[in-house]
């Protein structure tokens, strides 16, 4: 998902947020207020150890330090960013002029709420006593919901005495385009407007040179002592064993005045933030196993999908990753919803429909849109909207086309929703359209990328770094460029045409893609082979020569029946073998290749779902025990990350007794499809598929891995009925039992 080819990876996680040495920091022509100076660490390097903590609710996520400030300094981009524009970008608490001292801090297992733990170091107090430290107990609670952020501050006394007590919270908003917070500088910015200021509310507005203005609203209850544009004081008197409270809600662009209190607001708030999630991930399959660790781990991987879906009109929509990521992204999208078709196939549906919804219908070369294509990318900022970066539509991925008609076939042949399919037919045939038209320029039955915006992307496959494609001496590869598993995909996408097309009365239609594909297995291995490294290599360049390099892009050709099977054995051995198999997954690039680094994005680091997409290939093509060690090897990472939760990726070094993975500081985390790569790796083991025709669960050569003795699977649904089911491993083989059905509804075990 690199928007910069020219430089690294702009991403942030749960371990570090900071902008790209490359870009520098950001830059701003409104002051930062000298009081939030002192605060804010400035000069903090990139590759910073910072733990962050993130919540993401609909259009709006924040960026938090543990102790639940906003910090802002020199390659710190902590914040609180709604629809790509950052509405607070410092928040700072004090008692007695001093920064509490940190004794915990969590993003609770459902994701709404995160709890920080502080206390006080020693005091001087206004009247000259002195408060011993660790005798005030303060609790910061704090939730997303609908646009805003609420806040809880619970101080308590622990002291046998009372005592008066000042606090102190200072705020600032710069509205920084999440570009700029990224590190982009800009040669004009827009102005800000004058802030209102209220007995208990802070009006601070910004005008764009997109003429928008956006206004972050800051409630306070109770009233404050003094309260300016930057600034809020209380003076408490507590007695022994007393809390008091104090609440902020943080308002991005309020179209009315809250009915509510901010202590109502912020119960009633949480409540229904809560239950939200609860019923949206109510659908999902549950899952429950007899490994405590590994029930954490599901457990949060199926929190964060929900959190990151975002409602559209369209129904569920996954966003990419917190924090640069947290928008309309085609392929992860796509990707993601082939990962959590099993689990819960509404969100497949909600992402076909937006994306047909958002469909190219003409040529645009500046976003790289043509007739047909799928969306890469969606933005919202200002700087999308004055065309300062290409990002506010943009089309630039050769792969989410044949992606959206492969989740099209993968959906109806999982549900049977024949009415979806219906409406969305004239968008599988436009991107079909576009694969022969736009995809395959040459006419040589392949599809390549090139781009036709200079600021777009070079690379357009998910190796989207600069470069990530090269040949076997490290030349970068000119284009116009055709990925190996990209054919793949459009092999699969003529397929699901094809079946598609007969459901739907279009025998025609179907045969002739059908032909197209037996055409495109013939060329693809033909072309693709290369005997000497022993698998696909990754990509032709533009004169049509190999790029012969061993890749994981290889593995995502399993996904598909374009590799024969003696072909299938090769590439599954060579991304077994330990140049390419790290200990914690199968390597992006494997050692011995040019551009090996195993601190490279995309040459020589382990994604998580790149590791889910090849196990599942493994499945399909009956490598049960190679698919078991890639799930072992990326539980066994998830052991070793915050809240068990795998990260966008982490570097490619070998595994090394008592020690876990090395982190790649600047992955994103939580993100998608690295979310949704323990449940995509559960069903690859357990041969899990529906045949929707017949009411059928289906199990095919199911396996557990050895950490896993036991499991019962929960709500497994197909045409309106479901079945729970309880799996025990013995040995290398599983008993399956039911242990709750519907009246129609059938299990299959195939060995």
């Known amino acids: 998902m690199t928007e910069f080819q020219d430089a690294a990876p702009l991403q942030g996680d749960v371990i ?3 902008a790209p040495p490359s870009k520098g920091p950001v830059t701003s022509t409104q002051p930062v ?6 605060f804010s660490p400035a000069g903090s390097s990139l590759l910073s150890s910072r733990r962050i903590h993130a919540l993401k609710q609909g259009d709006l996520f924040g960026v938090f330090d543990q102790t639940g400030d906003i910090l802002w300094g020199q390659d710190i981009a902590d914040g609180l960013y709604y629809r790509d524009t950052r509405y607070l970008s410092g928040l700072t608490f004090r008692i007695g002029e001093q920064r509490p001292v940190l004794l915990s801090s969590v993003v609770r297992e459902n994701n709404v709420m995160l709890s920080v733990n502080l206390t006080n170091e020693t005091l001087t107090l206004d009247d000259g006593t002195r408060l011993t430290h660790d005798l005030l107990h303060v609790l910061r ?4 919901w609908e646009g805003k952020c609420f806040e809880r501050i619970e101080i308590r006394n622990f002291d046998v005495r009372p005592h008066d007590i000042s606090c102190d919270l200072r705020f600032f908003a710069d509205f920084a385009d999440l570009f700029e917070a990224r590190g982009m500088k800009r040669k004009k910015r827009g102005e800000n407007l004058e802030p209102a200021v209220g007995e208990c509310d802070v009006n601070l507005s910004y005008r764009g040179l997109d003429d928008r203005i956006r206004t972050t609203r800051i409630l306070f209850s109770p009233k404050p002592k003094t309260l300016s544009s930057d600034h809020a004081t209380y003076d408490f008197s507590i007695a022994p064993g007393e809390k008091i409270l104090i609440h902020i809600e943080v308002q991005c662009d309020p179209t009315s005045c809250s009915t509510l209190p901010p202590n109502r607001a912020f119960l009633v708030g949480a409540v229904a933030a ?11 399959t549950a899952i429950a196993t007899s490994n405590e660790i590994f029930n954490e781990a599901i457990r949060r991987c199926i929190c964060d999908i929900y959190m ?8 569920p929509y996954p966003y990419a990753g917190v924090p640069w990521y947290s928008t309309v992204f085609g392929r992860d999208a796509l990707v993601t919803a082939m990962q959590t078709l099993w689990l819960d196939p509404l969100i497949a549906k909600g992402v076909l429909k937006y994306l047909a919804l958002n469909q190219a219908d003409k040529e645009d070369p500046q976003a790289d849109a043509e007739p047909g294509k799928i969306l890469h990318e969606v933005r919202l900022g200002e700087m999308a909207e004055l065309g300062e970066i290409p990002f506010r539509r943009y089309y630039g991925s050769v792969d989410s086309t044949p992606l959206f008609v492969m989740l099209a076939g993968e959906y109806l042949e999982r549900t049977g929703d024949v009415g979806t399919l219906s409406e969305l037919w004239p968008h599988v045939t436009r991107a079909i359209d576009w694969i022969e038209r736009f995809g395959d320029r040459d006419g040589d039955g392949f599809v390549e990328y090139n781009r036709r915006n200079k600021d777009g992307l070079a690379n357009q496959g998910w190796k989207d770094s600069y470069d990530s494609i090269f040949h076997a001496d490290g030349t970068l590869a000119e284009g116009p460029i055709a990925l190996c598993e990209v054919q793949a995909y459009v092999y699969a996408a003529r397929r699901a045409a094809a079946q598609i097309g007969r459901r739907l009365g279009q025998t025609a239609y179907a045969a002739h893609q059908d032909e197209k594909a037996d055409a495109l297995r013939v060329a693809f291995n033909l072309t693709f082979w290369n005997n000497d490294i022993g698998t696909y290599v990754i990509a032709l360049d533009g004169k049509k020569q190999q790029c012969a390099v061993r890749s994981s892009n290889a593995g995502h050709v399993l996904l598909t029946n374009i590799a024969p099977a003696a072909r299938a054995s090769k590439v599954v051995e060579g991304l077994m073998h330990r140049s390419s198999f790290s200990g914690w997954g199968i390597r992006t690039i494997p050692e011995g290749e040019a551009r090996y680094n195993p601190m490279a994005y995309h040459n020589g680091s382990v994604w998580p779902h790149d590791n889910a997409l090849i196990a599942m290939g493994f499945a399909r093509h009956g490598y049960r025990r190679e698919a078991i060690r890639v799930f072992q090897a990326l539980f066994d990472a998830a052991l070793y990350t915050d809240l068990r939760r795998l990260p966008e990726l982490f570097c ?11 982190r790649y500081p600047v992955a994103c985390s939580p993100q998608a499809w690295a979310a949704a790569t323990l449940p995509a790796l559960l069903q690859a083991v357990l041969g899990l598929r529906y045949d929707p025709g017949t009411v059928t669960v289906e199990f095919t050569r199911p396996r557990l891995p050895e950490s896993i003795d036991s ?8 045409g309106g009925e479901s079945l729970s089911v309880h799996i025990v491993r013995t040995g290398e083989e599983v008993a399956i039992n039911v242990v709750k059905r519907s009246a129609s509804i059938r299990m299959q075990i195939v060995s």
Not at 33 to 38: A, G, H, R, V
Not at 274 to 284: G, K
Not at 308 to 315: D, M, P, Q, S, V
Not at 652 to 662: A, D, H, L, M, N
């Open 652 to 662: 490619g070094f070998s595994r090394s007794r008592s020690e876990g993975p090395v």
């Open 308 to 315: 990151l879906l975002t409602e559209k009109k369209t129904g």
């Open 33 to 38: 207020p000298s009081e939030l100076d002192e």
């Open 274 to 284: 809560r239950r939200s999630l609860r019923l949206a991930s109510s659908r999902a």
């Open 141 to 144: 609670s704090r939730f997303l």
């Open 711 to 718: 499991m019962t699977l929960f709500n497994l649904a197909v």
């Open 16 to 18: 570090s947020i900071a």
